[in-house]
């Protein structure tokens, strides 16, 4: 099969964060921390609303989650944001072989390998590397569902366990 998808990107900060926002709540190991996290606040405010001697603790839990809200959900976008809107126009190229990205002012080439997992989401496609570093590709960039469904297919023959959400 040969595939060559050509795209011209440029970030919103709208498309940033909706990508990273989906990828931290619905994608990482990060919505494990939440299951167990905020389960457990609302148990100990509604017992420091009985008994007075958890009140305490239910500030200590509100606490946790004020520190796990900022260091794993507020901080990565704002991190991503900060990364992706410096970046001006850039165009990649997506072959059996590499990813080419080319920018005003360099050309780069990442081969498939460097990359550990990939996802599509409703908003962009990810790629991730051996760094946890996500690779946001919108999918508004793409133009129009055929190059979507070449994009998904050579995903899913680059990555086994390429996975798609809703």
């Given at each position: 099969?040969?595939?060559?998808?050509?795209?011209?990107?440029?970030?919103?900060?709208?498309?940033i964060k909706k990508a990273?926002?989906?990828?931290?709540?619905?994608?990482?190991?990060?919505?494990?921390?939440?299951?167990i996290v905020y389960p457990?606040?609302?148990?100990?405010?509604?017992?420091?609303?009985?008994?007075?001697?958890?009140?305490?603790?239910?500030?200590?839990?509100?606490?946790?989650?004020?520190?796990?809200?900022?260091?794993?959900?507020?901080?990565?976008?704002?991190?991503?944001?900060?990364?992706?809107?410096?970046?001006?126009?850039?165009?990649?190229?997506?072959?059996?072989?590499?990813?080419?990205?080319?920018?005003?002012?360099?050309?780069?080439?990442?081969?498939?390998?460097?990359?550990?997992?990939?996802?599509?989401?409703?908003?962009?496609?990810?790629?991730?590397?051996?760094?946890?570093?996500?690779?946001?590709?919108?999918?508004?960039?793409?133009?129009?569902?055929?190059?979507?469904?070449?994009?998904?297919?050579?995903?899913?023959?680059?990555?086994?366990?390429?996975?798609?959400?809703?």
């Amino acid at each position: 099969m040969e595939v060559n998808i050509e795209i011209d990107v440029i970030y919103s900060e709208k498309e940033i964060k909706k990508a990273v926002s989906f990828y931290i709540l619905r994608v990482s190991d990060m919505r494990n921390y939440a299951l167990i996290v905020y389960p457990i606040l609302i148990i100990a405010i509604v017992l420091s609303l009985v008994f007075r001697d958890f009140a305490l603790l239910s500030f200590i839990y509100f606490f946790i989650g004020v520190i796990l809200y900022y260091f794993y959900y507020s901080r990565p976008i704002q991190a991503y944001l900060k990364i992706y809107m410096k970046r001006k126009g850039r165009q990649y190229c997506f072959d059996k072989d590499r990813v080419l990205a080319t920018g005003e002012e360099f050309k780069s080439e990442f081969l498939w390998s460097m990359f550990r997992k990939a996802y599509d989401i409703p908003s962009a496609f990810l790629l991730l590397d051996d760094n946890k570093s996500i690779y946001i590709f919108p999918k508004t960039c793409f133009g129009n569902t055929q190059i979507l469904e070449q994009m998904r297919s050579l995903l899913a023959i680059k990555f086994p366990d390429f996975k798609s959400y809703k």
